[in-house]
């Protein structure tokens, strides 16, 4: 077990059990931990409190597990993917689902570590050092708890930089899966790209606004900005929409939610533009009765959040340009850099220019798959808005 020594009055964030550690925290590491050690946090008093990962080349230097001055071992990883799996079974939010994460970071107590489970599949995403090494491990408790046939590893390449680290992809355990996996969402039919997808291939973090979408669909003209494989439009689909334009910039995902869309019954409803969402929103055209925008994040770190807000606002008044009167909009943001005050304030500031009265009905987030630890407000990282122009 190696030491890590705190500067002087840098303890405060721990003592309140938050999981991030900064480098620019520590006065000293006693011996030389390799990449995913164990490591022991002391104040600069000498007061022990707690365990996490070390990642000599991140900023996030330590991702604390444990608190207190009991050492854990790796079975606490295993136990807490086990505890983490029987939670989302005994949650009646989450009843009959096929499609749901299984492990959500810090807000099941595994900072670095993302699982999601499509029907027999389970997509595992290391993004910390620390998980990365114990990928063996981790598999296997996955593999028990979930009784999945199938174990992917999904590489973030972002991830693996920052903590310097390999790059890897590939099989985990059982039967190989296959590229597509097709999943029913609450009578919505998908095909999950799990091998080349953008996170783990789905969004699942937007399934209960997809729900609120199938809601408020019914003979309305509906515009998904950022549509990437038709998740928003095949909800609106289901829900009797009169008419579907999709807008998303790939092709690849544009030519998935175009079969999505088929699966559904949907093809003749739909308009699929191959294009940029911020240039369609700009542009003038036809008014829209229910309007989704969810692009994807513009703010990864705080010094991106003056450009992210400009163009949160830029699409947001596209949007309220092109919603007709009584028209429903759904708006996200999907960074913690932008949380909900200041989103509120950008929408706001897209209706005046806009000269739109626009009332807000409801705050969006993720479902309950995806818990947020109150001592990491960070994981609340996806802000949402139903407005009505």
């Known amino acids: 077990m190696f030491d890590v020594v705190l500067k002087s ?37 000498g007061e022990t409190l707690g ?18 001055k009991e050492a854990p071992g790796d079975e606490l990883v295993e136990a807490r993917i086990a505890a983490a799996i029987a939670k989302r079974a005994s949650d009646p939010l989450l009843a009959g689902l096929e499609a749901l994460r299984l492990v959500n970071a810090e807000g099941d107590g595994l900072p670095g570590l993302v699982a999601d489970r499509y029907g ?7 993004t910390s050092a620390g998980m990365a090494r114990r990928r063996d491990a981790i598999a296997d408790a996955l593999r028990r708890a979930s009784g999945a046939r199938s174990g992917v590893l999904r590489a973030d390449a972002a991830a693996a930089r920052r903590e310097g680290i390999a790059v890897e992809s ?4 059982g039967e190989p899966a296959p590229e597509r996996v097709e999943i029913d969402e609450r009578g919505r039919r998908y095909h999950v790209d799990v091998a080349h997808g953008q996170k783990t ?22 515009l998904d900005l950022f549509a990437y494989t038709g998740g928003f439009a095949v909800a609106a689909a289901r829900g009797g929409a009169a008419s ?44 829209f009765d229910l309007i989704v925008v969810d692009p994807p994040p513009l703010a990864r770190a705080h010094r991106d959040v003056p450009a992210a807000s400009r163009a949160y606002k830029d699409v947001l008044l596209g949007a309220l340009r092109r919603a007709g009167e009584g028209a429903w909009l759904l ?50 990282y996806l802000t949402g808005l139903l407005l009505r122009a």
């Open 201 to 222: 291939g789905f969004y699942l973090d937007q399934r209960d606004a997809r729900d609120l979408v199938a809601r408020l669909a019914a003979g309305r003209r509906v």
């Open 331 to 380: 708006g996200f943001a999907c960074s913690h850099h932008v949380g909900p005050e200041l989103f509120a304030k950008i929408a706001a500031g897209a209706a005046v220019d806009a000269a739109r009265d626009v009332a807000v009905h409801g705050v969006l987030g993720a479902p309950s798959d995806h818990p947020v630890s109150l001592h990491h407000p960070e994981g609340a």
């Open 244 to 287: 579907l334009t999709l807008v998303e910039s790939s092709a690849e995902a544009l030519s998935l939610a175009r079969e999505n869309l088929s699966r559904n019954g949907a093809p003749d409803r739909a308009e699929l533009v191959r294009g940029d969402a911020f240039e369609y929103a700009r542009a003038p055209g036809e008014p």
């Open 170 to 173: 590939g099989a985990l355990w």
């Open 120 to 126: 027999d599949v389970v997509v595992v995403r290391p």
């Open 51 to 68: 365990y996490g990962f070390y990642s000599p080349a991140s900023r996030l230097r330590v991702r604390m597990l444990a608190f207190g």
């Open 9 to 45: 009055g840098r303890d405060r964030s721990l003592r309140r059990r938050h999981p991030w550690l900064r480098g620019d925290s520590i006065e000293r590491v006693d011996g030389s931990p390799a990449p995913g050690d164990w490591v022991r946090v002391h104040a600069a008093s």
